[in-house]
């Protein structure tokens, strides 16, 4: 979805994941409305442009386990590896274990960013959210992160950007455009 700044991309995102209600009607999803639906809420991994980090591991920031807890070590390299943070991880003596600091003090704003996607891929939910969450990136690394999650199987994602380069390789394309979704063809 690409539009404008305030043309209500962000709006519409948090209508789709129930964080505000529809003023008028409803939305639905196979025909079930989505306003108090768990299921639906569960089925979502959501990453905005501010990402929360915890004064941990970057692996605890990822995985939302504690370093002595059981992660599943081959579906951490991979999201690290989608999320091009292996520079990260190999640079330091830390590894997987390197301490992020208070709020992400330790790392840029891009690979905060970064490790905000690899913990919703960690999550592997069936609906990958991404509202600007790449904005803080280059643009090498941005479009290297978009296409690698726009090759993710089975899964529904939901990309919301103003750079029109990042929804090439996506199935379906809208602008929001005075209030209003359309479709959209590069």
Do not use: M
Request: with cysteine.
């Amino acid at each position: 979805i690409v539009g404008e700044t305030g043309s209500g991309k962000s709006t519409l995102v948090d209508l789709i994941i129930s964080l505000i209600k529809p003023t008028e009607g409803s939305i639905s999803v196979d025909g079930k409305k989505i306003e108090n639906n768990r299921n639906w809420i569960k089925n979502i991994s959501y990453v905005s442009q501010r990402i929360f980090l915890f004064n941990s591991s970057l692996r605890h920031n990822i995985c939302f386990k504690e370093d002595k807890e059981e992660i599943d070590q081959i579906k951490f390299n991979k999201v690290v590896e989608l999320c091009d943070l292996d520079e990260l991880i190999n640079k330091s003596k830390e590894k997987e274990f390197y301490q992020v600091g208070e709020n992400g003090k330790n790392v840029s704003g891009g690979q905060r960013q970064r490790i905000g996607i690899a913990r919703a891929l960690y999550k592997d939910s069936q609906i990958l959210i991404l509202d600007e969450s790449t904005n803080a990136l280059d643009d090498i690394s941005e479009k290297k992160i978009i296409d690698n999650i726009s090759k993710l199987q089975n899964k529904t994602i939901i990309l919301i950007t103003h750079n029109h380069n990042n929804i090439k390789n996506f199935d379906q394309t809208f602008k929001i455009d005075d209030k209003t979704l359309k479709k959209f063809n590069l």
